[in-house]
């Protein structure tokens, strides 16, 4: 009776388990289909080209890098092995497979399961692609212009320069943000009056209004206009347009789901259009997006339903290989190729130098405190004990703001977020207030500003002993502001 | 002149925040072109050649007195319209209400542009009147309008561009004065954008899209999942144990997060540290508080100096081994929103063009502030020890000096002077 019930189960399994793996490869990007997966497990050769490439996508989406995007098979292969590896990934036999593609999909299988195991990857995927519709404003710093882990900026080959073309250079920055400062103000000021204008037209209540994207769709859904208006070479394209209208009269019209008469010109954008035109396709890339990020999200879903299933083949495929063995582990005196202490320059230094500061700082005090204590009551301990806690209450806060989960921990909203127009004084739906994002921007600015202008003290402060050490020379500073 | 590769990193700095600088520029102008445009009069039969003659009123009645067309002229125009009716048949029988407006207006337009003058055929010109206004007011009846409600329009099928049915004969005198923008029915969003709707099926994603993704979150943190939870850690176990690497190392994006953090720790510490030296103590509390404070900061900065000491020795060990050398950059990680993204929208609520503005301004001068640091950081590191490193007191030096300092102090901005004090003789 057990086992043909379990043979039963089986049979599910067996079943079970090719919609697991479909589901998982239509939500995926560059998902291979089912097959490549079998062949996978009984580590065919022929499976591997599949999956190098369905795990450099993955990896370089991940990473949003797109500077990868073109590179050669091979290439491609060296930089999934070193993107696994950064992330941590423990096996070795992904290090030695060949990078032609000719063998190892079993390896790339197991690379794939431990990549889905850690986090939930199709579904960061399609967060990262996602359609947006509305006007989008981030309002974390996540996406900062000049983070310090950034990499170093590319150096040309160029010859030395004077001072004085640094100057021009900041002088030239200093330019352009200035005028992105002036776009940027227009920018608002005109969504605010297309904000305005289409009160009342969204369905969705919370909204209220269109955004850029809904009203551009609204006024130009075949996107043909998009090329005269758009284009450089506007006169040409429309002329063939023009052209490209004609024959399609007459025909039968596309089953493309959607009424109305986008068909016709919908063709002949397609003969004019080119995808680097994104305002050219812009009217039925949306709702094709749309679509087929739905079909996506239907995928998702019913992979986490049935990934079960997955999980216990990939237990099976994992038991089919050998065990690999221990790398030896090297002495830590060897000196490796520390090809990384680039980047620990700049924090080391200003860690020890902030440390040195604190030195002399505290030294100075601790000297005139013991010169002050003298002959305290009783309630000098309890007071001293009192004070002793509240400062050591007030670091530990301080630690909490750069430790795992960021300032404020998970509380702090992330992340691009639609703009909303709403009428002043109202209660507003769910949603973030302007209100309280100016208010952490102008502390964030506050305290940057603050940074700045103890390096510049700092900078003005060893200039000043420099200049104390060449005599004979006077030196006035500008007039402060 | 500035050593050679001091010169090459610093433009090399300064060229990458222009270009970051000039991207986001260009995006800007990008989406300023987009609002623009849609602020302005659309414009739906618009042609590229300029017309000739814009006269000023909308006349239907009084076709422009062009130049007469030619027969073959005339012959192809009969057959776009063939061709266009036919169109329009089919179309009408398949959808109940289409972008007609535009569809229709569009080839109107271009075969307009195509027979270039204005002159309509008058022996078709009397028919069209009334098939244009049949069939404008047909789908005035209640049928779902993806586009325009307002039945306002209707009234304008005759004359304006936007309720345009297929007569070209009609269109021809619509289109010689149409400097479309000026004729009063052109569709603006200020005075219309009340009536818009967005179509059926965009509408029937978006809310299937947002539906899907709902339901996505929901199933993220229900408890259902237990199960599987537990058999994605032994797989990821079963992988450790029988790989040959030991698990105890720390992954070279974990290493980078935290040097981030302590990247973070350090200017945070320093502020506060700058914060207490500033603080004038009024009473002997005070003081032993800010001492008691100082000490601890001082330990705290021990401790992250330990912590990067021990994080700098992991990562020498982890070179080793098969893995190949290229180590790919490690972009800015996209915001993922932390362990826990919402999938749900998140919106932001604004109240005012005035505080749009405001918000908009102060991410810009937060972003450029962050730029400014990392450049004087960077400034700082490479020309502090050109001046202090040279004796002589030569005018090429000083103005390095001058140069460096107004760098470095002043933003670039502002100068100082340096005078030579001559002993008068």
Redesign the interface.
Known sequence: MGRRRRRADLADAAGALPEAIAALSRSLPAGPSPEIFRRAKFDRPEAAPALWRLLFRVLSLL???RA?ASRAPEAQA??V???L?????????L??LPEDGSQGSRELL?AL??LL??E?LP??LL??TR?R??DE???????????????????????????????W??????F??R???A????????????HA????????R??GH?S?A?????????G??QV???ACG??DL??S??IA??PV??GP?PPL?????????RSCCLVMGTPER??LWFALQ??QR??S??AR??A??EW?RR??VF??W??TV?GA?P?????P??P?G????????G??G???????A??E???A??GA??A??AA?VGGQGPEWSA??QA??E???Q??AA??Q??????GGG?AQ??????????????P????????E??GA??S??A??????R???E???Q??AR??GA?P???????PRR | MLPLGCSRRLVAELRDALDTCAERQRQLEQSLRVSRRLLRAWEPAETPTPEPTPGPETNEEAPSPACTPSPQDLKELELLTQALQKAVHVRKGVSKAGERDKASSLKSGSIATSATTAAAPHGASPTKPPRGTRQATRPAKGLPKPRLLSAGDQTCAGRGPLAAKPGPGLRDPQIAPSAAPQAPEAFTLKEKGTLLQLPVAFRKAASQNSCLWAQLSSTQTSDSMDATTSSKTQFLQKMQVTSGWPSSRLSAAEVEAEVGRLQKACSLLRLRMEEELTRDPTDWMQEYRGLLTLEGLQAIVGQCLHRLRELQAEVVEQQLGPWPEERPPMASLPCGGGADPTWSPQLLLYSSTQELQTLAALRLRVDMLDQQIHLEKVLMAELLPLVSMQEPLGAPQLALCRAVHSLLCEGGQRFLTILRDEPAD
């Not at chain 1, 170093?152 to 004085?164: E, Q």
């Not at chain 1, 204008?197 to 969705?204: L, S």
């Not at chain 1, 700049?346 to 020890?352: F, I, M, N, S, T």
Request: hydrophobic residues 40%; charged residues 25%.
């Open positions: 990473r949003a890098d990868s060296r930089w092995k070193a993107a590896r950064a992330q941590g990934y423990p096996r070795l036999g290090a030695r197991l399961a431990w195991a850690r939930p579904e960061r967060a990262q359609v519709l509305g404003m981030p309002v974390c710093e996540c996406g900062a212009l000049a983070s310090p882990g950034q990499p170093a900026p590319r150096v040309d080959a160029a010859g030395p320069v004077d001072v004085r073309h640094l100057q250079l900041m002088g030239k920055l200093r352009r943000w005028n992105l400062m776009s940027q103000q227009e920018q608002c000021a005109l969504l605010g009056k297309i204008y289409t009160r009342g037209c969204h369905g969705d919370s909204l269109l850029v809904e009203t551009e769709l609204l006024r130009d859904p075949e043909g206009r005269r208006a758009g506007g006169r429309f002329l347009a023009k209208i004609l009269c007459g019209l789901g959607h009424p109305g008469a986008g068909m016709q010109t994104p305002a949306l709702l749309l679509e990020e739905n999200l239907e998702v879903l986490r990934e079960l999980w216990q990939m237990d994992l290989c065990p690999e063995a221990s790398q582990t090297f830590p060897l000196r490796g190729r520390g090809r990384r202490a980047a620990w700049p924090v080391a230094w200003e860690l020890q902030l440390q500061e604190l030195q700082a505290v005090r601790r005139a405190w002050r007071a001293r004070a002793q509240a400062v050591g007030e670091l301080l630690r703001a750069w430790a795992r989960g960021g998970r909203p992330h992340g691009p977020h639609r703009l909303v127009r709403t009428e002043a004084g109202g507003g739906g769910p949603g973030l207030r302007a209100a994002v100016i921007l102008r964030r600015e305290c940057l500003e603050e940074t700045l103890q390096l510049q700092q900078c003005r060893q200039l420099l200049a060449l004979g020379l006077i030196w006035i500073p500008p």
